[in-house]
Every structure is written in C-alpha cells, then in structure tokens.
C-alpha cells in the first residue's frame, strides 16, 4: 500500500541553519561565525545577562506551581511591555486603548498580528521591505497574504532609497499592511532618519496603510528611548498600528521565547474587542503562552535596581558592537581597502552589509573560514578583538 506520506517533497532548508551546519563541519580552528543572528560578548561567548541571573534566581528560590497562564499572558509583564514600547504616562497607555499580548518571541507576535489581520481584512497585501529578515515573507504568506516588497536597500548609494520606498506607500492601496523594522532593521543595518520617518508616517496616514512595526531590537540602535521615539511618534500621528516586540536579543533570552504584540486603538472599549479577538488566534494556535521567560522579563523591567542593571548591560552590548564596526574599518583601511567605508559605522544593530557579493561571501567561507549570508550580510555583534583581525585581512582580500 501507498505510504501516506509518500508524496511529501523535501522543503528547502533553512539559508542560515545550513550555513551553521557547514561552519560546524569546517576543520579550519581559525573559523568564524559571522552567518549568525545573534549576539557574541568580546569573548565569542552568548552572555547571560546578570540581571536575568538575579532575577532567575529570585524565582527559582520562591518556586511557584505552574498553572496556566491567562491567554494573554502575565498581566504584569503586558503592563511592563506597554511602559518599555509606549512610556507608561503616555495617554494611549494610560487610557487603555493598547491591546497587548504576550506572545512566543518577536516572531510570536508577529504571527499573533499576522492571523488577527487576516480575520479583518483578508483581501489586504503585506509589503515588507527589499530586503527584509527572511522570515517576514514566510509568516504573512502561511497566515494568507500576497506579499510583495516596497524599495528599501539602494546599494549603489549605501543606505535607503528613500525616493522609490516613499512612491511605493503612495501608491499602495488603503488597507495594505506595511511591515516596518522600527530600528537596526535585518537584514542591511540602514534605518530611516527621524525627518524620514516622518514623512513615512505622512502617506501611511493619508493613504489609510496599517502600519505592522518590527521592533526586535530595542536598545541596540542610539538606545531604549531613542529607539522608542518612532513609536512615539506613530502615536503623535494618531493612526492605529501594531507593534510586534522581541526580548531575544535585548536580554539574551532567545530560547525562552519572549516578546509580545500590542495594538494601538482610537479607545477603550475598541482595544477590549481587538483583544479579544488576539485572544481566540492565541487560543486556537498555542491556548496559553508559557511562564518563565516572561516572569524573568518582567521581575526585571519592574525592579529597578534590575532594570538599571540591564539597560547599563544593554548599553554595553550596543557600545560593544560599535566599536567592532570601527575597529573593522580602522583594520580594513590597514589591510589595504581603498574604498569610503564610513557607511559600515553608519549602519545600525547586529549586522552589516557588507557590499560583498556571493561569490566574494562564498570565497571567504572557502579560503579563509569566514561564514557571512550570501547577501553580503555579515553578524558584527560576532566580531570581537581575537577575529576582527583575521575577518578584516579576509575581507580586504576578496574585494
Ligand atoms: N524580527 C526581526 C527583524 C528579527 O531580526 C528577528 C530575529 O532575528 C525576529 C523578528 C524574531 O525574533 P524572535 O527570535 O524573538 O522571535
């Protein structure tokens, strides 16, 4: 008899988990990683932030059963997602027109948002940005979307082109959904200047868009607040949009899968119909999300010797990758490269785009073991000052 399953096609595999597999498989000790989404301390080592040790050990030493969860998960930690993502005095907090969930990382929240849109309105498009993290495509296409790409990455200019992303929204129809990074945007590290944003926020308004904003990496851009200031300025504008928050990166928690979605309402009583209706999406996916991550975050975003100690951790690792992508031009200038290469220190977050093309990405993997996405997209939060050295001699030697 037919095997059930005999007509299931292999699916690709994963771009990065493949490029992860290869590194591990390289012989060459002076290997580096820099394919990875993650962030390295100056050792090469995932830290473990000491806030989320204290915190951890606080509640590992009060132990609690564990019931279910409420849907929409830790009260507290919803409330503390609100005041980190919207400043907790602001009227749209206070007033209680945001609709937040707690949700199984960035990506969880996304999804959450993703389903949800699908129910209101399912003729809409979902533009994201050319290019944008991998995953954006794939999520809003399984939730049911036609999803396309506005212009972002103009690599001839090294940053944005702003000109053809502003015609793109314009030309856009109401209701499309627009998927934005809110900062260090994944994959190239350009994000839009505050004048920028400003006129983006002008046509999603006028051209009745709804805004989906990516924020999973709060903190690593110009800091919390600073980063947080284009949310600020979402709510300024007085449009309703959603923001999906990730804590995988900001606190080193990326196997506990913590983050949220929060929807900005015009009221009360409308954020109270929203929320219920994330409520059933989460109860028919997952029923409940899960206990621990989300205490840890929430323990310290709500004490504030804790809180003091991660926003100074965080701080640390935003200085830290900085100075990597200074220290990487100072060496690739040294190692002979001719080129203006002040755009790598004008990118922000974890990764860079490093102009390099595949075959130049794909020599640095064969002849020196230096793994970096075929996009040119290296991980400069997985330099440190043992590599950078071999990385920038590598690089000056492929270009
Ligand atoms: N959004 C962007 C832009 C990302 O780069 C990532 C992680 O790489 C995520 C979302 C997913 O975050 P999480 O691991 O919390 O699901």
């Avoid at 050990?57 to 005041?83: H, M």
């Avoid at 868009?209 to 690593?220: R, S, T």
């Avoid at 979402?234 to 804590?247: H, N």
Wanted: with cysteine; charged share 20%.
């Amino acid at each position: 008899s037919q095997s059930l399953f005999a007509a299931v096609e292999m699916a690709p595999r994963d771009p990065i988990l493949g490029l992860n597999e290869q590194f591990n498989a390289d012989p060459n000790p002076a290997k580096v990683n820099l394919g990875v989404g993650v962030y390295y301390d100056e050792n090469g080592k995932l830290p473990l932030l000491k806030c989320v040790a204290t915190a951890e050990k606080q509640l590992v030493e009060a132990a609690k059963p564990r019931g279910y969860l409420p849907i929409d998960g830790i009260a507290v930690y919803d409330k503390a997602v609100q005041g980190l993502v919207f400043g907790a005095a602001h009227e749209a907090v206070t007033s209680g027109r945001i609709a937040t969930v707690q949700g199984l990382g960035g990506t969880g929240g996304l999804k959450i948002g993703a389903d949800f849109l699908k129910r209101l309105n399912p003729a809409a498009k979902v533009l994201i940005s050319d290019p944008s993290w991998e995953n954006h495509r794939a999520l809003f296409t399984n939730a049911g979307f036609a999803v396309e790409a506005y212009p972002y990455y103009d690599a001839a200019a090294r940053g944005i082109d702003f000109v053809a992303m502003l015609a793109a929204l314009q030309a856009a129809p109401a209701g499309t959904i627009v998927v934005l990074h809110a900062c260090c945007h994944n994959p190239t590290g350009y994000d839009l200047s505050p004048v920028q944003w400003l006129q983006v926020i002008e046509v999603l308004k006028s051209r009745q868009l709804v805004p989906f904003l990516d924020m999973a990496y709060q903190g690593f851009g110009q800091g919390i607040a600073e980063d947080g200031a284009v949310i600020e300025r979402f709510l300024e504008a007085g449009i309703d949009f959603f923001v999906s928050t990730s804590f995988s990166k900001s606190f080193s928690l990326y196997g506990e899968r913590v983050g949220a979605l929060s929807v900005v309402c015009e009221s009360k009583d409308e954020a109270a119909r929203v929320l219920s209706q994330l409520k059933i999406v989460i109860r028919t996916n997952y029923s409940n999300p899960p206990t621990f991550g989300a205490q840890v975050v929430a323990t310290v975003l709500t004490t504030p010797a804790l809180r003091a100690l991660w926003e100074e951790e965080l701080a640390g690792m935003r200085v830290r990758i900085k100075a990597m992508r200074e220290l990487l031009v100072t060496k690739l200038k040294a190692a002979g490269v001719k080129e203006d290469l002040s755009f790598i220190t004008r990118q922000q977050g974890m990764f860079s785009y490093s102009g390099l093309n595949a075959a130049q990405m794909q020599r640095l993997r064969g002849e020196f073991g230096i793994y970096g996405v075929d996009s040119g997209r290296i991980c400069v939060a997985a330099l440190n000052e043992h590599n950078i050295g071999a990385v920038a001699k590598a690089m000056a030697a492929v270009v």
